[in-house]
């Protein structure tokens, strides 16, 4: 299985989109705690909308590319963020601060019908509410299979985490993270 992490595609990123990789030990399910790690000071949580490749394909052109997925799910994906500051202002490779055990919540996933009868999906942390919209993506799903599968063979079970926005929440111990679809809560992660 391989897992994508998508970069710049928001309202406003003036980047191109971009991407990076990690290994599932990454993956943190619904409902499983997970231990804050020490290697840090801060990790901040990022949105992100978790696509899952359901065939296999390569050079898949965006019309054709709502044929390789039928479920999506929200999630987080968490950076390092002192670890990350350091490493680009020496100019050395910046992975080791967002590819790193347990560093993408996975929520359940729900399918194409549901997704399309919901407009946005939040994120609450503590008594902060973060909330998105469909419209809030850059390029649309379909885009962006379409540049993974320019340069990587998408196999079934293969995922891609779709950052939402630059807003992100800090990680503490003993808070919940949970994502909400319409009313129905698909994403619980308890931090210790």
Known sequence: MKIF???????????????YMVPDSGIVRHDNPVFVPEFDREFRGYPSLIVRIDKLGKNVSAR??????????PGVAVQAVDLLDTLRSSGKPWTRAVVFDKCC???????????????????????DILSWNKCDLKESIEKVIEAVSRENIIKTGDLILVGLSQESFVLERDKKVSAYVGDCERLQIRLK
């Open 5 to 19: 992490c998508i970069l710049n595609n928001y309202c406003g990123a003036k980047d191109v989109l971009d991407w």
């Open 64 to 73: 054709f590319a709502h044929r390789y997925y039928g479920e999506v799910a």
């Open 105 to 127: 919540f996975v929520g359940e996933f729900i399918s194409l019908d549901e997704w399309n009868n919901t407009s946005s999906f939040e994120i609450r942390y503590g008594d």
